[in-house]
């Protein structure tokens, strides 16, 4: 495994054909497509791996069949990726119980871990504890990047191509502000935490509960653990600890609040939906959440994650050779085609979990008219056609 973690040869003082920023699923698969095709590939990362993640773990068909395309099924064994079969919505009033067949959970910090040795595997140098940021002036052709090391030490590298894959908490683009969509009026933030020893909650399910202020997933890990993830307005927050505003919805929809919840530490996000920015200029690429990202409603973020990275192989290995300026338009293009249509249903939804009466109301209606369930999941799970010719 070739891990860097302090400043050497093997990073520094050279040129490389892309350097990716950001370990998590878009910038990992993104190393590792396009190690696979041969490239020299530098994957920067701020934290030390395995790192935790906000997140609901949950993997739709979707993503499990672009995984697997991609030759990577082995990160969907039973010992790291529980089965789901069905996303149970619960509100005040309500509950709803919808088949989502072919889903996985993941625990996110050894999901990641996996897809960062999987492209260490296909050739891609990882190094971790170091923070990266954009040079905005380029040097004759090529993308300058500072690494900033945690013992304090700074270089700099060059690369043909440079994929911002920070997600939404990145620092990556201080130098190049204009570049970052901003967070929407009314954003919720996201929370989350693991538990240890929670005997509430059945397997092989998604449990979703919907209340005014927010809501809460709750999904059993491999390993037994219990993942909690949630996103709420931060008014909700005010003046009370996380752990009670999102008990408090569990509890409004009847659902009951683990054991140890209370005791639990509970990590929180920036605000999440996104609005404005570029997803490309000059020689770089936003790829994931750093290119924009509304809310975890519909559990897609590491399938569009996922999806844009295995998009942009193809162009990065073009732009590489020879920058033209056609390919940022290109860039968000694509990106507009593989997450557009996908996160308007989000978007909807999202608009949707904002009136939880409303809400009670479509989950009944649908309740009586099941028939349609099935093609509308079959059309979510839907690989896009660009992808389809991609992999
Ligand atoms: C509450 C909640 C629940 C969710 N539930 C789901 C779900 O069930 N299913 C799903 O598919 N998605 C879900 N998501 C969304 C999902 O977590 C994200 O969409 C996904 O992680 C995006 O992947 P990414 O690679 O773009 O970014 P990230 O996973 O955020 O990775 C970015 C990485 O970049 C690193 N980094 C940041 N800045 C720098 C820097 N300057 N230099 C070097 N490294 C840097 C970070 O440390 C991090 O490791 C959820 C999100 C939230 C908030």
Not at 78 to 102: C, K, M
Not at 188 to 210: K, N, Q, S, W, Y
Not at 314 to 340: F, I, K, N
Not at 358 to 365: E, G, N, Q, T, V
């Amino acid at each position: 495994m070739r891990v860097n973690s302090s400043l050497s040869l093997a990073t520094s003082e050279r040129s490389w054909d892309v350097v990716v920023i950001g370990a998590g699923p878009a910038g990992a698969l993104a190393a590792h497509q396009l190690a696979k095709r041969g490239l020299q590939v530098l994957l920067v990362e701020r934290k030390e791996f395995p790192r935790d993640k906000v997140c609901g773990g949950c993997l739709g068909a979707r993503a499990v069949e672009l995984l697997d395309r991609v030759g990577l099924s082995r990160l969907l064994e039973p010992s790291t990726a529980g089965r789901t079969d069905a996303l149970q919505f619960y509100t005040r009033t309500s509950t709803l119980r919808l088949p989502v067949p072919g889903g996985r959970v993941v625990c996110r910090s050894e999901f990641d871990r996996q897809l960062v040795a999987a492209s260490i595997g296909q050739g891609a140098v990882f190094r971790q504890r170091t923070h990266a940021v954009v040079e905005p002036n380029l040097a004759v052709g090529l993308r300058r990047v500072l690494l900033h090391s945690e013992d304090g030490q700074t270089e700099t590298v060059t690369a043909k191509v440079v994929l911002v894959c920070d997600g939404l908490s990145g620092g990556a683009l201080v130098r190049l502000p204009w570049m970052r969509a901003s967070p929407s009026v009314g954003s919720r933030l996201g929370l989350g935490t693991v538990l240890d020893d929670a005997a509430e909650f059945e397997p092989d399910r998604i449990h979703m509960a919907v209340d005014t202020p927010g809501y809460v997933g709750i999904v059993r890990l491999p390993d037994n653990r219990l993942n909690i993830a949630s996103a709420i307005d931060p008014v909700a927050l005010k003046g009370r600890q996380p752990v009670a505003a999102m008990s408090n919805i569990l509890t409004a929809c009847r659902l009951p609040v683990p054991e140890n919840f209370t005791s639990s530490h509970v990590k929180s996000t920036p605000l999440l939906t996104r609005r404005g920015g570029q997803r490309a200029c000059e020689r770089l690429l936003l790829v994931g959440d750093a290119g924009g990202y509304l809310e975890p409603i519909t559990g897609e973020g590491m399938a569009w994650a996922i999806a844009s990275a295995i998009a942009a192989e193809p162009l990065v290995a073009e732009a590489q050779r020879a920058w033209r300026p056609h390919h940022s338009d290109q860039w968000e293009q694509t990106v507009g085609h593989l997450v557009a249509s996908r996160q308007s249903i989000c978007r909807s939804l999202a608009r949707l979990t904002r009136h939880p009466r409303l809400l009670s109301y479509a989950m009944r209606s649908l309740a009586t008219v099941p028939w349609v369930v099935a093609p509308l999941i079959n059309h979510l799970n839907r690989l896009p056609p660009r992808l389809e010719t991609l992999c």
